[in-house]
């Protein structure tokens, strides 16, 4: 609030009072809009727009046995190599199941013979992460491989998990905890959640680390934009440039930053650190709709726009009814009963009228668009492939 006051007999003029007036308005305009451009800017940091060359998860998978499971195992006669990797870590821990001659004379393998409904066939997989040093937990996946029921309760046997390489890089044992449940009795059954799978907390020891060369020995590093635009990718690399001074940051493609960074070691933790807490804000993305044809879910961004266009859309179903008719003969006719089966085949087809989509700026606007007209998921993808080829949708089709 601007105060005009007056001493004595001294005035102010009311020219005075008006260019008071004015500055303080200017002044609150241009606070307003600076928190309101500070507002929609929403710079994200370095760290979640690229990824460094050299910095990734490496996966590990394994094979192995589930053991005290209360009745819930494989069952051996359908999976044999169940008892055949049974026998096998029996036999290098000395203990070995020797063949027996049957009552016939005909020779029978014990192995064929073991009906062991307490273990099951499992693949192990894991996620190992970069700089990962030898003594370090890691969390795996347990999954049955056969027709096991559940693994709940069970205890994963000492495990390998190798790489892409063949080499061994972690061992996973340890008990299994499943987030599913379920009971049966009777020939009834009530099941909720996946009971075939589970994961064991910190159930594997690193036993192999995997190099991850950040940075050259000149000091050179390579960045990857995670997601590909040379607007983003420009302003990344001004940030840079703007920290560390002019030619630190190169853009090789839309993608792909090239970064000068020191020589030493012990430094180069603390410059990434600093390239990764820059704010950076992120252009704009372009206008996508995601179509998943599996469960007809629609996905699109607040850059999708929609002109003007006239839609028609009709569904068509097609009903088959059979039913069972009986030919009964007369009495004393000789005939026989027939069973026939009379199919009845009924075409329907709704009226499709024209329906105007008015034109949409904005994503609230395109989203009451489409509802208007009323379709089904399933319809209202066959409506958008049709709008895009039209012309009428402005954004990218994806089908997943």
């Given at each position: 609030?601007?105060?005009?006051?007056f001493?004595?007999?001294?005035?102010?003029?009311?020219?005075?009072a008006?260019?008071?007036?004015?500055?303080?308005?200017?002044?609150?305009?241009?606070?307003?809009?600076?928190?309101?451009?500070?507002?929609s800017?929403?710079?994200?940091?370095?760290?979640?727009?690229?990824?460094?060359?050299?910095?990734?998860?490496?996966?590990?998978?394994?094979?192995?046995?589930?053991?005290?499971?209360?009745?819930?195992?494989?069952?051996?006669?359908?999976?044999?190599?169940?008892?055949?990797?049974?026998?096998?870590?029996?036999?290098?821990?000395?203990?070995?199941?020797?063949?027996?001659?049957?009552?016939?004379?005909?020779g029978?393998?014990?192995?064929?013979?073991?009906?062991?409904?307490?273990?099951?066939?499992?693949?192990?997989?894991?996620?190992?992460?970069?700089?990962?040093?030898?003594?370090?937990?890691?969390?795996v996946?347990?999954?049955?491989?056969?027709?096991?029921?559940?693994?709940?309760?069970?205890?994963?046997?000492?495990?390998?998990?190798?790489?892409?390489?063949?080499?061994?890089?972690?061992?996973?044992?340890?008990?299994?905890?499943?987030?599913?449940?379920?009971?049966?009795?009777?020939?009834?059954?009530?099941?909720?959640?996946?009971?075939?799978?589970?994961?064991?907390?910190?159930?594997?020891?690193?036993?192999?680390?995997?190099?991850?060369?950040?940075?050259?020995a000149?000091?050179?590093?390579?960045?990857?934009?995670?997601?590909?635009?040379?607007?983003?990718?420009?302003?990344?690399?001004?940030?840079?440039?703007?920290?560390?001074?002019?030619?630190?940051?190169?853009?090789?493609?839309?993608?792909?930053?090239?970064?000068?960074?020191?020589?030493?070691?012990?430094?180069?933790?603390?410059?990434?650190?600093?390239?990764?807490?820059?704010?950076?804000?992120?252009?704009?993305?372009a206008?996508?709709?995601?179509?998943?044809?599996?469960?007809?879910?629609?996905?699109?961004?607040?850059?999708?726009?929609?002109?003007?266009?006239?839609?028609?859309?009709?569904?068509?179903?097609?009903?088959?009814?059979?039913?069972?008719?009986?030919?009964?003969p007369?009495?004393f006719?000789?005939?026989?009963?027939?069973?026939?089966?009379?199919?009845?085949i009924?075409?329907?087809?709704?009226?499709?009228?024209?329906?105007?989509?008015?034109?949409?700026?904005?994503?609230?606007?395109?989203?009451?668009?489409?509802?208007?007209?009323?379709?089904?998921?399933?319809?209202?993808?066959?409506?958008?492939?049709?709008?895009?080829?039209?012309?009428?949708?402005?954004?990218?089709?994806?089908?997943?």
């Open positions: 609030m601007v105060k005009i006051r001493h004595g007999r001294r005035r102010s003029s009311f020219k005075d008006l260019v008071a007036l004015g500055a303080a308005v200017s002044l609150v305009f241009a606070c307003g809009v600076l928190l309101a451009y500070s507002g800017a929403r710079a994200e940091r370095v760290k979640d727009l690229v990824s460094f060359q050299g910095v990734r998860d490496n996966p590990l998978i394994g094979y192995g046995l589930v053991v005290g499971l209360d009745g819930t195992g494989d069952q051996t006669t359908q999976a044999p190599f169940t008892t055949q990797t049974l026998a096998n870590m029996l036999a290098n821990l000395g203990i070995s199941i020797n063949n027996t001659s049957g009552a016939n004379g005909g029978s393998s014990a192995l064929t013979n073991m009906q062991l409904k307490n273990v099951a066939a499992v693949m192990v997989t894991a996620t190992l992460p970069p700089f990962a040093r030898p003594g370090e937990a890691i969390d996946t347990v999954s049955s491989l056969a027709n096991a029921k559940s693994l709940r309760g069970g205890t994963l046997l000492l495990t390998p998990l190798k790489g892409a390489d063949g080499q061994v890089y972690a061992l996973a044992q340890g008990n299994v905890a499943v987030g599913g449940a379920g009971a049966s009795a009777n020939g009834s059954r009530v099941q909720v959640n996946q009971l075939a799978a589970g994961r064991v907390a910190a159930g594997a020891i690193v036993e192999r680390s995997v190099p991850a060369p950040v940075a050259q000149t000091g050179l590093l390579q960045m990857a934009v995670n997601d590909m635009d040379y607007d983003t990718t420009q302003r990344i690399v001004a940030a840079i440039n703007n920290m560390f001074g002019a030619g630190t940051a190169t853009p090789l493609d839309g993608r792909t930053i090239q970064v000068h960074g020191p020589t030493d070691p012990g430094q180069q933790v603390g410059f990434i650190a600093q390239i990764q807490d820059l704010d950076v804000r992120p252009a704009q993305p206008a996508k709709v995601i179509l998943n044809a599996r469960t007809g879910s629609i996905v699109m961004n607040q850059m999708v726009t929609l002109q003007s266009c006239a839609v028609a859309h009709g569904n068509l179903s097609v009903v088959v009814n059979t039913q069972t008719v009986v030919s009964q007369g009495a006719s000789n005939g026989n009963t027939v069973a026939a089966r009379q199919s009845q009924q075409l329907k087809q709704d009226n499709g009228s024209l329906k105007l989509v008015t034109a949409g700026a904005n994503l609230a606007d395109v989203v009451k668009a489409l509802n208007a007209l009323g379709a089904t998921p399933a319809d209202l993808m066959s409506i958008l492939q049709a709008m895009k080829a039209a012309g009428a949708l402005r954004a990218d089709l994806e089908i997943i």
